[in-house]
């Protein structure tokens, strides 16, 4: 399905078959279960542990200093290991995690005003700055786009 997507292009009309396959491959995302959602994790138990807290609870504001204590390690041997394992820093990866939540949630409705209140934002253009910045327009640009099946 995507394969035919990807050759239809951008431009096709809304009507079209492709604009169903569109939309049916956009609701099959939003039913994905959350733990196929492609965010790096390791098998290292320490990382899973931060991971599955932060998965359970993303508003969560804990530092990598939080965290080292509870995982029996310094904070730079924490950092070191996020990376290793991840691929990425622990802002990083905290940050990938926030928008696959705020992804899946606004794909199945929530609204702009929920997800950066369930994301533990201070406030709405907060969490629509960090998204543009990471995705490079805002969550309903994104979305329209992405209905529309604008790469």
Not at 92 to 98: F, V
Request: aromatic share 6%; glycine share 6%.
């Amino acid at each position: 399905m995507i394969d035919r997507l990807v050759r239809e292009g951008a431009g096709y009309p809304l009507d079209s078959h492709a604009a169903r396959l569109a939309r049916v491959a956009l609701e099959e995302l939003v039913e994905m279960p959350h733990e196929r959602l492609n965010l790096p994790v390791s098998n290292d138990p320490r990382i899973q542990a931060i991971a599955n807290a932060l998965v359970a609870e993303p508003a969560d504001r804990d530092t990598l200093k939080d965290w080292a204590p509870r995982c029996a390690m310094s904070e730079r041997s924490l950092a070191r290991l996020m990376v290793q394992e991840t691929g990425l820093t622990f802002g990083r990866w905290r940050q990938q995690l926030r928008l696959v939540v705020a992804l899946r949630e606004l794909a199945g409705g929530a609204s702009v005003q929920t997800v950066a209140a369930e994301l533990g934002y201070e406030s709405v253009n907060a969490f629509i700055t960090m998204f543009k910045k990471a995705l490079g327009s805002t969550p309903a640009q994104y979305l329209r786009n992405a209905t529309m099946g604008v790469p």
